[in-house]
């Protein structure tokens, strides 16, 4: 299966701060790659697909970028209801995988 | 509006079996491949099983993790709207909260998620 690695496991940021979360797959996915946002006791929710696409209705502050091995999420400028969860998935080959999540606090 | 909607969790003893349910509404159910992914208490998720579109469970339409193959089968009921996931043989391990989930319209995201349904697996 492919491991997915995940980094940050946590980080600590303030509302206005630019935050990066880094994906990075232990062979080549294509761009197969979503990210997802989970705030406590909810469902997730997809904000990116295809590694760069956001998904309708999701702020433009956050941006997808990456191919092949290594992706990266990036909120230009963290709000309060952004302080969260966030896990990518890899669908480029079953059994599908989660990186390991980042919690972004304050 | 699209909705999922997890029944069927409950704490079953080691060993048991448990049948979950997705019932699905707002969209045409049988045009889109769904998912099962699972959190345990304080855990990340995992992603745990995947059925395509279409009408049969045949093998090259499901597929599945590797902690659940052979104890875990996913099917759909295209002409009720609902996504099942039958589980036996349960462990200690399987305890989580189990999310159905909806993929986008070419497969590649998984759009839409039910609000989940716990199994605790514990004697």
């Known amino acids: 299966a492919i491991q997915m690695t995940q980094s940050p496991s946590s980080l600590s940021a303030s509302v206005g701060d630019r935050v990066t979360i880094t994906c990075r797959a232990s062979?080549?996915?294509?761009?197969?790659l979503g990210w997802y946002q989970q705030r406590p006791g909810k469902p997730p929710k997809l904000l990116v697909y295809?590694?760069?696409r956001l998904q309708s209705g999701v702020p433009s502050r956050f941006s997808g970028r990456g191919s092949g091995t290594d992706f990266t999420l990036t909120i230009s400028s963290l709000q309060p209801e952004d302080f969260a969860t966030y896990y990518c998935l890899q669908d480029y080959s079953h059994p599908f995988t989660f990186g390991g999540g980042t919690k972004v606090e304050i | 509006e699209v909705q999922l909607l997890e029944s069927g969790g409950d704490l079953v003893q080691p060993g048991g079996s448990l049948r979950l349910s997705c019932a699905a509404s707002g969209f045409t159910f049988s045009n889109y491949a769904m998912d099962w992914v699972r959190q345990a208490p304080g855990k990340g998720l995992e992603w745990v099983s995947i059925i395509n579109s279409g009408e049969t469970t045949s093998g090259e339409n499901t597929y599945y993790a590797d902690s659940v193959t052979g104890r875990f089968t996913i099917s759909r009921d295209n002409s009720k709207n609902t996504l099942s996931l039958q589980m036996s043989s349960l462990r200690a391990e399987d305890t989580a909260v189990y999310y159905c989930?909806?993929?986008?319209?070419?497969?590649?995201?998984?759009?839409?998620w039910g609000q989940g349904t716990v199994v605790t697996v514990s004697s």
């Open positions: 989930a909806k993929r986008s319209w070419n497969g590649d995201a998984l759009d839409m």
């Open positions: 295809a590694a760069s």
């Open positions: 062979q080549g996915i294509r761009n197969d």
